[in-house]
């Protein structure tokens, strides 16, 4: 907080007033001992604006492929396995196997891992996610709605 040059009080309001000839920042009540030049114009809290970029980022993720049932299914049927020995080996219900080879239920991280170990099978892939920059000086992330492309390699 800025401190009146005359009498050296902290004060919110600061005003700029001109004596013999100097210009002072002051507090309210000092004013009248000089010309009132004007009122100081706070500096608001602003955020630091980064240069606005036209690149586009690129990111890298692992997505699970679209064929996941397909490719377990295929690999269980290669490996000669049924459902529910599967199942056992992975710890999970026939059922889940089921509606994974469905495509019904999307295994997750844990699942997948454990669905690619087991089989020898990929189930992720790589892709370029390509998003734009950030348009405003905004400390928000990007949502989904800034996914604007997703491309396979
Ligand atoms: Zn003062």
């Known amino acids: 907080m800025p401190d009146c040059e005359l009498c050296g009080r902290s004060a919110d309001d600061m005003y700029v007033v001109e004596v013999d000839g100097v210009k002072m920042q002051v507090c309210r009540a000092c004013t009248r001992h000089g010309k009132f030049i004007g009122k100081v114009r706070r500096e608001q809290p602003t955020p630091i ?3 606005h970029k036209m690149t586009e980022e690129e990111e ?3 997505m699970l492929v679209p064929d996941y049932g397909d490719r377990i299914r295929k690999k269980r049927n290669e490996l000669g396995l049924k459902r ?4 056992k080996k992975l710890n999970e219900t026939e059922s889940v ?3 994974l080879e469905h495509g019904d239920m999307v295994p997750d991280d ?3 891992r454990k669905l690619e170990k087991t089989l020898g ?3 992720r892939e790589k892709v370029e996610v390509k998003r734009p ?3 405003h000086d905004t400390q ?3 949502t989904l709605g800034d996914v604007v492309k997703i491309k396979k390699k």
Do not use: H, Q, S, Y
């Open 49 to 51: 604006r980064k240069p």
């Open 60 to 62: 890298e993720v692992e």
């Open 84 to 87: 529910e020995e599967l199942a």
């Open 97 to 99: 196997i089921r509606r």
């Open 110 to 112: 844990k699942l997948v």
């Open 121 to 123: 099978i990929t189930l």
């Open 133 to 135: 920059e950030a348009k």
């Open 140 to 142: 928000e992330g990007l």
